[in-house]
């Protein structure tokens, strides 16, 4: 079958391979270009001797481009007008020759230039993927037969062409892929640059780490080691519950993780603890990194240290605290002083007037009136008291506890009281406001729940100073998530009472029967 050079898509299909496809590539539009004429024309020349014929024609077709790139015998000019709508076979060669072709070669277009044309041969020179991308054709006006043996030299050369090709072809493309990978690599040195200038900018600003779905921690930062104490070795594998300080709830950690499971960015402010147990504050950022399907698969942690901002925070809500303590003390002292020393004087007054004769008969009204005033007196002592007891400055911590216990309305709780002889009860007034409030806060809270069974209070000082108090009827599986908020708000006004720079507030709740808060003394011991 007889195919017109037009159709150069003609031919066997299979599946190419991207290597092939850039080859193609090359012999259509590179190659072309770039093989020297001179050395198709050497080519062509062997050809045409070979066949011992007059007449040889390189043709090729770059996409929908028909050149004559070598020629021997005839003008390249004039024969590829001619050569520009000659037929060829897609089989290994065709030749038309002797007395049974001359019918078929007068019919050809290439007859308008070779006149008495006798013999006409064309190999198709046949791309990787069996695509016309041109032809060698031998034709003569003197020879009507070819020498078989010089049809298998002739075979041979056509090979030779071809491999003249695909060598050219490789050698542009391992030159193509040279600059493109030249190209790529600058890029991607370009790109990681910038990838590492972010990163370091990052690692000098924030305390990073990375870690994969379960918290489990993949990558820190030299920040991160140093904040925590930790090694990179101590750390990596470890879940990030390492630096976790106890201070939030399991409400708090919940909704953090139902964030960013979610895919969400998730900010707020954390206190952690280091190696060494020191708490510390950051400021942080989670970021899920999320694969094709939206699910997260790791998660970036940006914090900033704000330690030193939350001290000084704390600090001033301290020294707000404190001068609160002052102003209660002196309304306290006022109320004891002034205003109920004052209603004493005028009770005793009354009694005076009701022992005289001609007040008798208004003793009745009077007694009236000293009750009136001995039930004022009680109650003003009694705001006093929780305005500032007077025993705390007086006797001590252990003192004004007890008393705050009897005249308190949780005296009908069980709290019991016990003091080791090992306790020193000799503290500044600062530090006995601040101990003062946390018993009775803790005391106070313990009570609001009416599954308490009661609360121990123990003032030791072996091997430090505390005062160790047992919540008995209370474990963490028993409060409700209300009960838990109540009990995160309490502990946080605790921890607000006074200055802990030299006190350490540890809670235990390992124990199922009951909660455990145990104020320690660090100068001590």
Same mark, same amino acid.
Not at 136 to 162: C, G
Not at 177 to 188: A, D, I, T
Not at 450 to 470: A, H, K, L, N, W
């Given at each position: 079958?007889?195919?017109?050079?037009?159709?150069?898509? +003609?031919?066997?299909?299979?599946?190419?391979?991207?290597?092939?496809?850039?080859? &193609?590539e090359y012999y259509q539009y590179s190659v072309l270009d770039e093989i020297p004429e001179n050395e198709l024309e050497r080519l062509c020349r062997m050809a045409a001797r070979v066949a011992q014929a007059k007449f040889a024609v390189i043709t090729l077709l770059n996409g929908d481009h028909f050149s004559v790139k070598a020629s021997v015998g005839v003008d390249k000019r004039i024969i590829s007008r001619s050569l520009r709508i000659a037929a060829v076979e897609l089989n290994e060669y065709t030749l038309i020759e002797g007395a049974d072709g001359q019918?078929?070669?007068?019919?050809?277009?290439?007859?308008?230039?070779?006149?008495?044309?006798?013999?006409? %041969?064309?190999?198709?020179?046949?791309?990787?993927?069996?695509?016309?991308?041109?032809?060698?054709?031998?034709?003569?006006?003197? @020879?009507?037969?070819?020498?078989?043996?010089?049809?298998?030299?002739?075979?041979?050369? @056509?090979? &030779?062409?071809?491999?003249?090709f695909r060598s050219k072809a490789q050698e542009l493309l391992i030159r193509k892929y040279s600059v493109e990978s030249k190209g790529f690599q600058q890029r991607l040195q370009k790109t990681n640059k910038i990838v590492h200038d972010y990163k370091s900018a990052l690692d000098s600003a924030a305390v990073v780490s990375i870690s994969d779905v379960a918290g489990d921690i993949l990558y820190v930062n030299e920040k991160f080691c140093d904040i925590t104490g930790y090694t990179y070795e101590e750390l990596i594998g470890k879940n990030q519950r390492i630096v976790n300080s106890g201070y939030h709830s399991k409400q708090f950690w919940k909704e953090m993780w139902e964030t960013i499971s979610s895919g969400k960015v998730w900010s707020g402010e954390v206190c952690n603890k280091?190696? /060494?147990?020191?708490? /510390?504050?950051?400021?942080?950022?989670?970021?899920?990194?999320?694969?094709?399907?939206?699910?997260?698969?790791?998660?970036?942690?940006?914090?900033?240290?704000?330690?030193?901002?939350?001290?000084?925070?704390?600090?001033?809500? *301290?020294?707000?605290?404190?001068?609160?303590?002052?102003?209660?003390?002196?309304?306290?002292?006022?109320?004891?002083?002034? +205003?109920?020393?004052?209603?004493?004087?005028?009770?005793?007054?009354?009694?005076?007037?009701?022992?005289?004769? *001609? /007040?008798?008969?208004?003793?009745?009204?009077?007694?009236?009136?000293?009750?009136?005033?001995k039930?004022?007196?009680?109650?003003?002592?009694?705001?006093?008291?929780?305005?500032?007891? @007077?025993?705390?400055?007086?006797?001590?911590? +252990?003192?004004?506890?007890?008393?705050?216990?009897?005249?308190?309305?949780?005296?009908?709780?069980?709290?019991?009281?016990?003091v080791e002889d090992s306790f020193n009860d000799d503290y500044s007034k600062d530090e006995l406001f601040g101990l003062f409030r946390a018993v009775s806060h803790t005391v106070d809270l313990a009570c609001s729940f009416d599954y308490c069974d009661g609360v121990d209070i123990q003032f030791t000082g072996d091997p430090r100073e505390?005062?160790?108090? +047992?919540?008995?009827?209370?474990?963490?599986?028993? %409060?409700?998530?209300?009960?838990?908020? *109540?009990?995160?708000?309490?502990?946080?006004?605790?921890?607000?009472?006074?200055?802990?720079n030299n006190w350490v507030l540890n809670i235990n709740f390992r124990d199922t029967q009951s909660i455990t808060i145990q104020l320690v003394n660090l100068k001590q011991g």
């Amino acid at each position: 079958m007889l195919i017109m050079f037009e159709m150069n898509h +003609v031919g066997v299909h299979r599946g190419i391979t991207p290597v092939e496809k850039k080859m &193609e590539e090359y012999y259509q539009y590179s190659v072309l270009d770039e093989i020297p004429e001179n050395e198709l024309e050497r080519l062509c020349r062997m050809a045409a001797r070979v066949a011992q014929a007059k007449f040889a024609v390189i043709t090729l077709l770059n996409g929908d481009h028909f050149s004559v790139k070598a020629s021997v015998g005839v003008d390249k000019r004039i024969i590829s007008r001619s050569l520009r709508i000659a037929a060829v076979e897609l089989n290994e060669y065709t030749l038309i020759e002797g007395a049974d072709g001359q019918a078929v070669l007068k019919t050809l277009p290439i007859a308008q230039v070779v006149p008495d044309l006798k013999l006409f %041969l064309t190999f198709p020179l046949l791309s990787g993927e069996k695509k016309l991308i041109g032809t060698l054709i031998i034709f003569d006006d003197q @020879r009507d037969v070819l020498d078989r043996n010089d049809l298998a030299d002739l075979l041979f050369l @056509r090979d &030779e062409i071809l491999a003249k090709f695909r060598s050219k072809a490789q050698e542009l493309l391992i030159r193509k892929y040279s600059v493109e990978s030249k190209g790529f690599q600058q890029r991607l040195q370009k790109t990681n640059k910038i990838v590492h200038d972010y990163k370091s900018a990052l690692d000098s600003a924030a305390v990073v780490s990375i870690s994969d779905v379960a918290g489990d921690i993949l990558y820190v930062n030299e920040k991160f080691c140093d904040i925590t104490g930790y090694t990179y070795e101590e750390l990596i594998g470890k879940n990030q519950r390492i630096v976790n300080s106890g201070y939030h709830s399991k409400q708090f950690w919940k909704e953090m993780w139902e964030t960013i499971s979610s895919g969400k960015v998730w900010s707020g402010e954390v206190c952690n603890k280091t190696k /060494y147990g020191k708490v /510390y504050w950051v400021e942080t950022t989670i970021v899920p990194f999320l694969d094709e399907n939206n699910k997260p698969y790791q998660y970036l942690s940006i914090r900033k240290d704000i330690t030193e901002q939350k001290e000084q925070d704390d600090q001033l809500l *301290h020294a707000i605290i404190l001068s609160q303590e002052h102003a209660r003390e002196k309304l306290s002292d006022g109320i004891h002083e002034g +205003v109920a020393q004052t209603i004493t004087a005028l009770s005793w007054r009354i009694q005076t007037l009701s022992e005289m004769d *001609h /007040y008798k008969e208004s003793s009745e009204e009077l007694d009236q009136i000293k009750a009136i005033l001995k039930e004022t007196i009680e109650e003003m002592r009694s705001i006093a008291h929780q305005l500032m007891p @007077r025993a705390l400055t007086t006797f001590g911590i +252990v003192s004004a506890v007890e008393t705050y216990i009897a005249q308190s309305q949780n005296e009908a709780q069980n709290i019991t009281v016990k003091v080791e002889d090992s306790f020193n009860d000799d503290y500044s007034k600062d530090e006995l406001f601040g101990l003062f409030r946390a018993v009775s806060h803790t005391v106070d809270l313990a009570c609001s729940f009416d599954y308490c069974d009661g609360v121990d209070i123990q003032f030791t000082g072996d091997p430090r100073e505390s005062i160790i108090m +047992v919540l008995n009827g209370l474990a963490l599986e028993t %409060l409700t998530e209300a009960d838990m908020k *109540h009990f995160s708000n309490t502990l946080r006004q605790i921890k607000k009472s006074f200055d802990w720079n030299n006190w350490v507030l540890n809670i235990n709740f390992r124990d199922t029967q009951s909660i455990t808060i145990q104020l320690v003394n660090l100068k001590q011991g």
